[in-house]
């Protein structure tokens, strides 16, 4: 009892935290939602945070073990991508609005009780895409013409931003989802043209996510401040692909026209 009133508790505060924020969320409105009372609620969490905290990291203690599972798997590097996808919308699935309060309360992570586990998974996470995404280069599998870093980032955001469109039928969408990223990122959108020059410059300087043990104190905190910078700068890249990953992910159209 005790133990699914305390999922419960988390489930519930994950949807207030996604639709208010975790500044304007109140204890009493967690403990409302759950049929207690805010001095009901401290015996299961001590704070906010705490619950906070741990929607993130048992959504990411989760991501890790299954991003594990794909690197310590065989196959094409196409292969193991296409695995990251569907295993990323499958663990948002099961973890619901932890990858939106994620995103949304990215300033706030560094304050939170268990921070260093959670930058730590964000860490191995980047460190999955831009692996796989490195060995398909090397076997030639992928572009070597275009950056892996800025690609790898591209579609990794995109499969975590579908998260947030797709919320309500998610569980239904995710083979949607994975085939529809996978192809528009590894197979494009439009037909290869003999006469079209490549429009891809060649990557300005090579980049790799770092691990927490290789940082300093400092490049630990300008690495926060380039996390945000990073996610400022996709969601606008994410809002313009939006509409065409939805339309892709829709059955077309019956033609109701004439002859």
């Avoid at 009892?1 to 500044?23: C, D, K, N, P, V």
Wanted: glycine residues 6%; aromatic residues 8%; charged residues 25%.
């Amino acid at each position: 009892m005790a133990a699914s009133r305390r999922q419960l508790i988390l489930t519930e505060s994950a949807r207030l935290f996604s639709e208010r924020g975790l500044s304007a969320t109140t204890i009493r409105e967690i403990a409302d939602a759950v049929g207690l009372n805010s001095g009901t609620l401290y015996h299961y969490f001590n704070s906010k945070d705490a619950i906070f905290s741990e929607i993130l990291t048992s959504f990411l203690t989760d991501l890790v073990r299954r991003y594990e599972a794909v690197l310590a798997g065989t196959g094409t590097a196409r292969h193991r991508l296409t695995l990251l996808v569907r295993v990323s919308l499958e663990v948002a699935d099961q973890h619901p609005y932890a990858t939106e309060i994620y995103q949304n309360e990215l300033e706030s992570l560094s304050a939170l009780p268990g921070y260093t586990q959670i930058a730590e998974a964000v860490e191995f996470s980047h460190h999955a895409w831009h692996g796989i995404t490195e060995e398909g280069v090397r076997n030639s599998e992928f572009n070597s013409g275009i950056d892996t870093f800025e690609f790898q980032r591209m579609m990794r955001e995109c499969v975590f931003q579908s998260v947030r469109w797709h919320r309500k039928t998610l569980t239904a969408d995710i083979e949607t989802i994975t085939a529809t990223v996978t192809s528009l990122f590894l197979d494009g959108f439009a037909p290869a043209r003999a006469d079209q020059p490549d429009a891809v410059p060649d990557p300005v300087r090579e980049r790799r996510p770092q691990l927490p043990s290789e940082r300093s104190d400092e490049q630990a905190g300008d690495a926060v401040d380039a996390l945000r910078s990073e996610l400022d700068a996709l969601r606008s890249d994410m809002r313009a692909m939006h509409n065409l990953v939805e339309s892709l992910s829709k059955p077309p159209a019956r033609d109701t026209g004439g002859a």
